[in-house]
T-cell receptor, first 114, second 111 residues
Framework: DTEVTQTPKHLVMGMTNKKSLKCEQHMGHRAMYWYKQKAKKPPELMFVYSYEKLSINESVPSRFSPECPNSSLLNLHLHALQPEDSALYLC?????????????FGQGTRLTVV | AQRVTQPEKLLSVFKGAPVELKCNYSYSGSPELFWYVQYSRQRLQLLLRHISRESIKGFTADLNKGETSFHLKKPFAQEEDSAMYYCALKGRGSTLGRLYFGRGTQLTVWP
């Protein structure tokens, strides 16, 4: 299994809602990432987890809250989002974040905030 | 500072024509460079990494340290090559864990 699986594929939420995005991989990768991608733009790094610990937070607003319950799962909890947070949210994983490796990306969750 | 520049936002060629997608980087030290491809409505996927010196789907990319470039080339473009292509540089030292993406080049191959 060489896939990163993200659920849901699409999500529409109101600005007062609380929702979560999920990401799963079974490749034994110890680094997992959240990226945000606006249309026709490159992905922007949000968070990096290494060995289930948060290693990088790219000054992301607190309305985005990541969680890594175990080595295979990564969540992104959303609360009180703004319409400008509408984007494709990508999860990725790699063997280790400190070594030369490629990142496998999920298909993304397309989020619309209304 | 690490930076990746893709000068062309859009690139169009006809089927069978050669194609070159440009990528220049700014990095002190030995860079680790990648090309990613994103087909319409599909996941971002790794196409090439420079350390492998491989050819994938007919694409090759050579690292030129003198020109700080990592251009992606294919001698005969196919319609199915139409996609968004991102050049990316892997961070090191204090920027470990980061991939610095260029803005992307949208390639269209006309029949």
């Amino acid at each position: 299994d060489t896939e990163v699986t993200q659920t849901p594929k699409h999500l529409v939420m109101g600005m007062t809602n609380k929702k979560s995005l999920k990401c799963e991989q079974h490749m034994g990768h110890r680094a997992m990432y959240w990226y945000k991608q606006k249309a026709k733009k490159p992905p922007e790094l949000m968070f990096v987890y290494s060995y289930e610990k948060l290693s990088i937070n790219e000054s992301v607003p607190s309305r985005f809250s990541p969680e890594c319950p175990n080595s295979s799962l990564l969540n992104l909890h959303l609360h009180a989002l703004q319409p400008e947070d509408s984007a494709l949210y990508l999860c990725a994983s790699s063997q280790l974040y400190r070594e030369v490796t490629e990142a496998f990306f999920g298909q993304g969750t397309r989020l619309t905030v209304v | 500072a690490q930076r990746v520049t893709q000068p062309e936002k859009l690139l169009s060629v006809f089927k069978g024509a050669p194609v070159e997608l440009k990528c220049n980087y700014s990095y002190s030290g030995s860079p680790e460079l990648f090309w990613y491809v994103q087909y319409s409505r599909q996941r971002l996927q790794l196409l090439l990494r420079h350390i492998s010196r491989e050819s994938i789907k007919g694409f090759t990319a050579d690292l030129n340290k003198g020109e700080t470039s990592f251009h992606l080339k294919k001698p005969f473009a196919q319609e199915e090559d139409s996609a968004m292509y991102y050049c990316a540089l892997k961070g090191r030292g204090s920027t470990l864990g980061r991939l610095y993406f260029g803005r992307g080049t949208q390639l269209t191959v006309w029949p």
